[in-house]
């Protein structure tokens, strides 16, 4: 079956530090990867892509992901973390061939002051 | 543009009512979809449309029935709803970027929150 996961259902940050949170993905062919961030009582908003190209991919507000088709993930990064960063970020991926999104179960990401 | 906007944005129903959850978007995005989001669950897809007339089934389609007679509106109907539809619903639309309509970044609503008793 193919799935989308974040292993770590919580990730906590100092303030300023650089924060990874992870995405891994088993599904057939080349596909679409997307991160979203999910602020308190909000809708999902999207913070980037990887369709095809470099395998680094930079988004909104700092943040960025690469692709590693080896390994077949896709953590999403930023070099110094803001408080402000503090939310619900979700992987989701589209297979190749396929028009259905799946998304992973979502990693909640703690930015401590 | 409003972008995506879901209404109502809060809902209570007893056991066996049924609702509409209504979904629209200005944008003249082919692609649209409903998730639910349960703690610990992620977003789970229900249904989802390539395009006006067309509609197909997501993970967890038993109990909601949908429709697409526009490129604006996706509305969602719980058809006798359940406790276990108690969970907030988000509508979503994205323009096609790939063969065969494959969806690119989505534009959520706001999220419309559902308890059934």
């Known amino acids: 079956a193919q799935s989308v996961a974040q292993p770590e259902d919580q990730v906590n940050v100092a303030e300023g530090n650089p924060l990874t949170v992870k995405c891994t993905y088993s599904v057939s062919g080349n596909p679409y990867l997307f991160w979203y961030v999910q602020y308190p009582n909000r809708g999902l908003q999207f913070l980037l892509k990887?369709?095809?190209?470099?395998?680094l991919v930079k988004g909104s507000y700092g943040f960025e992901a690469e692709f590693n088709k080896s390994q077949t993930s896709f953590h999403l990064k930023k070099p110094s973390a803001l408080v402000s960063d503090s939310a619900l970020y979700f992987c989701?991926?589209?297979?190749?061939?396929?028009?259905?999104?799946?998304f992973g179960k979502g990693t909640r990401l703690h930015i401590l002051p | 543009n409003a972008g995506v906007t879901q209404t109502p944005k809060f809902q209570v129903l007893k056991t066996g009512q049924s609702m509409t959850l209504q979904c629209a978007q200005d944008m003249n995005h082919e692609y649209m979809s409903w998730y639910r989001q349960d703690p610990g669950m992620g977003l789970r897809l229900i249904h989802y449309s390539v395009g006006a007339g067309i509609t197909d089934q997501g993970e967890v389609p038993n109990g909601y029935n949908v429709s697409r007679s526009t490129t604006e509106d996706f509305p969602l109907r719980l058809l006798s709803a359940a406790p276990s539809q108690t969970s907030v619903y988000f509508c979503a639309s994205s323009y096609p970027g790939g063969q065969g309509g494959v969806p690119y970044e989505q534009y959520f609503g706001p999220g419309t929150r559902l308890t059934v008793t």
């Open positions: 989701a991926v589209v297979p190749q061939g396929h028009d259905k999104i799946i």
């Open positions: 990887y369709i095809t190209g470099d395998n």
